[in-house]
């Protein structure tokens, strides 16, 4: 077939791309096969599967019967040499210098030295831009924070890091004990990572979505412990005495043999199932159903922060309100500790109307710039009780596209941070799982909240852009900037479409002649399923906004060429080159969307064409939108053989490879040749 012998993947690459390799192969191995693959126990599929970021729901929360894959002969009509001649073009164009997948965690592990900048806030933290998300505190082959990424964040104006803690992995569990077997090892890790984080004048934090839900047939030793049942599942019942006492215990060992831990932050009302009232089913339980959602979710808190002050450490409580229903949260405010603080999404709840279709932004949005009036109004209730309050931002990427390692819409990210300034908070989380690269964005960010001075939101972003890219070409970057920022507005925010369209996967998304009968994944598989994608827009604004902001990237992108055409210094051009190549990926994933969509109007349309004009018509479109995302896909190839973030997030590694661009400018040449001219 011409490819190439699969490379034996070093230990450290198999521990960094298990998500990449899953999702891969979902549609092609049986269970036993894809353990033999992984070379893992069923139970640490089932593991990752569950708790590394929802996995099992990004692929469907289904997996599709697969028979055993065994070498057969080709039942097409497309022969092997067919394919091979396809593969032999699709992997023509060289790459001067290519860079091997995951080479970014190389580069940004290399010591380099840093000043810590003084900011109006703090904590200002973010997660890792390479952290394995499950379990990372066991391996140190595949460190979270080495001193190299911990400088760069520090120059970048971070103050704290996050990861995710399972209570009952650091703490042996009267419920799950065996889940605690290397508990004091991940301790130990964290104590160390802890230490060295603060050289650097950084703190961790441990996310905490707790009590977690037990396999219903554990609840045989201590049913009346059980609480709200779901699938398999049920709830640890905080409302019970023996409950509180395990969290409180649990959180003060943490706290305890971690001096140094800058501290916890909580989400009590979403994610995981945890307390009763976490999916708003409190009702179901004996115990929570006679008792407020406030109350149970108030005491959650309370009960984590009583924990962190027995340990008697310096560690801090942010409370997450993320999930909390709104007529609960005065009662939930009024009833946390004083020491706590309050951490609400800033952009939550602003109104927007893109393409003439209204929708209300809920989170994880640079196309909307807040604050919003649910987190003003949260902010006010918390400052009323003397809380200190937290905004939670998304400054260096979203799940609008997570699949660069920042989006370069800085104007949109700077005005937020300047909005922010004068809000009232204290404190900034930088981001979820996405936005940890040590971006221009982050930088803005520090820039605009410095103490001794205030900066407009142009001036930030020309100190920025005169740092990475030099004075003679600072002001063409800021140009660009703004013009991606603009156009980056007119992204057509919907929750579910965020969610659901191939914003992550973009042209490496393949394309079917008949429908699959599959609905979109949470940002995983997106399929076919443009009805899905599109949410409340109709068809063609959702493309028409997909074409407008791939139109405005491409204007900013032709401001940064001609900047770098002018610029002589070797280390700012090839600034410029990696920057031009990130908003070209950004270009690319949204005309490849738009050309998607158009593509499957016309599949779906084609049966109810009724004259032999209109059907050579759409053919015709059909064969140019095949060609079109053919061309893209092996742009994009080249772009992500440059340059190894492209196509990178950390809790889903990579969303692509090149060899999936390949396979998709294969998949469309077998539709231009086998596929389009069957179509009657």
Wanted: include cysteine; hydrophobic fraction near 40%; charge should be positive.
């Amino acid at each position: 077939m011409g490819l190439k012998e699969q490379p034996k993947l070093s230990p450290e690459i198999e521990k960094r791309s298990y998500l990449s390799v899953i999702k891969r192969n979902w549609h092609l191995l049986p269970y036993d096969q894809l353990l033999q693959l992984l070379n893992w126990p069923a139970e640490e599929l089932k593991f990752i599967l569950r708790e590394d970021d929802f996995f099992f729901i990004k692929l469907g929360s289904l997996k599709p019967k697969c028979e055993p894959l065994t070498l057969n002969a080709p039942k097409s009509s497309w022969t092997v040499a067919d394919f091979r001649q396809a593969h032999a073009k699709a992997t023509s164009s060289k790459v001067r210098n290519p860079e091997p997948l995951f080479s970014f965690v190389r580069d940004l592990s290399a010591s380099v030295k840093s000043t810590r900048k003084q900011s109006l806030f703090s904590p200002r933290f973010c997660y890792s831009y390479f952290a394995v998300y499950g379990d990372p505190l066991l391996d140190d082959a595949v460190d979270p924070y080495p001193d190299g990424l911990l400088a760069r964040l520090a120059e970048s104006g971070v103050d704290g890091v996050w990861l995710q803690g399972l209570l009952s992995r650091m703490h042996r569990s009267p419920y799950a004990p065996h889940e605690a077997e290397r508990a004091a090892e991940r301790l130990r890790n964290l104590n160390k990572l802890a230490e060295r984080a603060h050289k650097h004048g950084i703190s961790i934090y441990l996310y905490l979505n707790e009590p977690r839900a037990l396999p219903v047939a554990s609840f045989e030793k201590f049913s009346e412990l059980k609480g709200v049942v779901e699938g398999d599942y049920a709830a640890l019942c905080s409302s019970r005495p023996e409950v509180q006492n395990y969290l409180r215990t649990a959180t003060e060992h943490v706290a305890r043999s971690v001096p140094k831990l800058g501290g916890f932050f909580t989400i009590t009302g979403s994610e995981n199932l945890t307390n009763c009232w976490s999916h708003h089913n409190g009702h179901a339980c004996p115990r929570c159903g006679k008792r407020a959602p406030a109350a149970v979710i108030a005491e959650v808190n309370r009960v984590i922060h009583e924990g962190i002050k027995q340990a008697g450490t310096s560690a801090q409580l942010l409370v997450w309100d993320w999930g909390w229903q709104d007529g609960w949260v005065p009662e939930i405010i009024a009833a946390l500790p004083q020491e706590c603080s309050l951490m609400s999404v800033s952009e939550w709840s602003i109104p927007i109307e893109r393409g003439g279709v209204k929708n209300e932004i809920g989170e994880y949005s640079i196309s909307t710039i807040g604050p919003g009036p649910r987190a003003q109004r949260h902010w006010e209730l918390a400052r009323k009780r003397g809380l200190k309050t937290l905004a939670k931002i998304q400054a260096g990427n979203t799940w609008e596209i997570a699949a660069v390692p920042y989006i370069p819409a800085l104007e949109n990210v700077a005005q937020h941070a300047a909005n922010l300034r004068d809000s009232g908070v204290s404190g900034l989380m930088l981001g979820w799982t996405l936005g940890g690269y040590p971006s221009p964005n982050l930088e803005v960010v520090a820039e605009l909240t410095q103490p001794s001075k205030k900066p407009t939101v142009d001036e930030a972003m020309e100190a920025v852009a005169q740092r990475r890219f030099g004075k003679h070409s600072a002001h063409s970057v800021v140009e660009a900037w703004k013009i991606f920022s603009a156009a980056f507005r007119e992204f057509p925010f919907n929750g579910h479409l965020v969610y659901s369209a191939p914003l992550q996967t973009g042209p490496s998304n393949l394309l079917w002649p008949q429908p699959t009968g599959y609905t979109a994944t949470m940002v995983g598989i997106p399929y076919d399923d443009l009805n899905g994608w599109r949410a409340n827009y109709p068809a063609p604004v959702f493309i028409a906004q997909f074409e407008k902001m791939a139109s405005g990237f491409e204007r900013g992108i032709e401001r940064l060429k001609r900047a770098a055409k002018k610029t002589r210094k070797k280390e700012f051009r090839k600034s410029l080159e990696r920057e031009i190549g990130i908003a070209e990926v950004v270009r690319l994933h949204y005309q490849s969307i738009a050309n998607q969509a158009r593509f499957y109007l016309l599949r779906n349309e084609y049966a109810s064409l009724k004259t032999d004009a209109e059907k050579r018509t759409a053919k015709a479109e059909l064969a140019r939108l095949l060609e079109a995302e053919k061309a893209l896909a092996l742009t994009l190839r080249n772009l992500q053989l440059a340059d190894s973030r492209i196509g990178f997030e950390a809790s889903n590694h990579y969303f692509y490879i090149p060899e999936d661009l390949e396979e998709k400018a294969i998949n469309c040449e077998y539709l231009l040749k086998s596929w389009l001219p069957d179509l009657k």
